[in-house]
């Protein structure tokens, strides 16, 4: 049997901790520890899971000591003993500790905060999972441009897509982080068009022709995208529903069974028992795409918190070079989280009764 691959996670937040419950999930993997700064309940709460605990460096290792969490040595020791490291920390930290992880000799997954050019690689699992086995980093892009490539990608993958305008209607903070402030009665424009995710999107796709628009608005629970699409020929509804449902990690809700709005998805999260109420999958209004002629036109929902835990098991499996085939390794991965492609049965075919 071949050994599992060895992880560590810096920065045990929003992404840090979802990553780490991931990779303990994963029968080829194995959580060597995280390490952090923090001396709080969110390490703390960690520390109660099993979770071991490495300080990132000795200033956070006295502190954290001090605070009574069971530290077991510093993120160099962690290195030592792992294969790779998904760094999760926040924006700018990671890119600073790239050279003790290239020091320390071990692959590196960095998160969409990091731009393109630290580790020259962007990924999305379906979209380049063969350009990253093997490389030494990559970088996992952002909740929205994940999304953008997965749906967007599906149909540039069958031939329908030729070009994409879209509007995101971004959360204003994490929920978690909404007492520290933010916007408030107020919806705040992004400066400039396009908005840095479509671009963002090209490092995955290069040839994709997409152009966003952003704000940020007073709201926690996720993100809201809006997608006026040309295709290259005349089509049909069926035929661009066919492409969403071909393509991994794109999941369909509807307008008929009441999820009407972005706080009724995440409640039904929570209600099917996903870890956090976390939705992977982008969540599309089957009932609300339109095709008029050579015209689309979509909305979807992303669990900004959720959506990139796939992608960086993947991404893991991939830099290690321990899976060659990037269909099997999103298929190992959304089999152990429980991914669906619909989340309710689909009221045009109901189940029936008991005999």
């Not at 069958?158 to 520290?180: C, F, V, Y």
């Not at 068009?193 to 709201?219: C, E, F, W, Y």
């Amino acid at each position: 049997m071949t050994a599992p691959i060895r992880v560590a996670v810096t920065g045990y937040g929003v992404i840090g901790k979802r990553v780490a419950d991931a990779v303990r999930a994963m029968p080829d993997m194995h959580l060597v520890g995280v390490a952090d700064v923090a001396t709080d309940w969110r390490i703390r709460t960690a520390a109660e899971l099993g979770i071991p605990i490495f300080a990132a460096d000795e200033s956070a290792r006295h502190a954290m000591t001090s605070a009574g969490i069971p530290v077991l040595g510093t993120l160099e020791d962690l290195l030592g003993q792992v294969d790779v490291v998904v760094d999760a920390t926040p924006k700018k930290v990671a890119a600073a500790a790239l050279p003790l992880y290239r020091r320390a000799g071990v692959k590196v997954i960095l998160q969409g905060g990091e731009s393109h050019a630290t580790t020259g690689h962007s990924f999305v699992a379906q979209a380049n999972y063969a350009s990253a086995v093997g490389r030494e980093s990559t970088r996992v892009v952002s909740c929205n441009t994940t999304s953008i490539v997965r749906v967007l990608g599906a149909l540039e993958a069958a031939d329908l897509l030729a070009s994409a305008r879209g509007t995101l209607i971004r959360r204003a903070t994490d929920p978690g982080e909404s007492h520290l402030g933010g916007v408030m009665n107020t919806i705040v424009p992004e400066s400039s068009i396009p908005s840095h995710q479509g671009p963002d999107a090209r490092t995955v796709l290069p040839n994709l022709d997409v152009v966003t628009m952003a704000a940020k608005a007073a709201h926690t629970q996720t993100h809201n995208h809006y997608w006026s699409l040309r295709l290259r020929r005349r089509s049909s509804r069926d035929e661009v529903l066919a492409a969403l449902h071909a393509a991994p990690r794109i999941a369909f809700v509807t307008m008929a069974e009441g999820l009407v709005a972005l706080n009724t998805t995440v409640e039904l999260m929570r209600d099917l028992g996903r870890p956090r109420g976390d939705m992977w999958e982008v969540a599309v209004w089957e009932d609300v795409v339109t095709v008029d002629g050579d015209e689309a036109y979509l909305t979807y929902q992303v669990f900004n918190e959720a959506i990139v835990i796939p992608e960086s098991i993947d991404a893991i499996r991939a830099v290690t070079g321990t899976v060659d085939d990037g269909a099997a390794s999103i298929a190992l991965t959304d089999e152990v989280l429980g991914m669906r492609r619909r989340f309710l049965p689909s009221l045009s075919s109901p189940t029936p009764p008991p005999a």
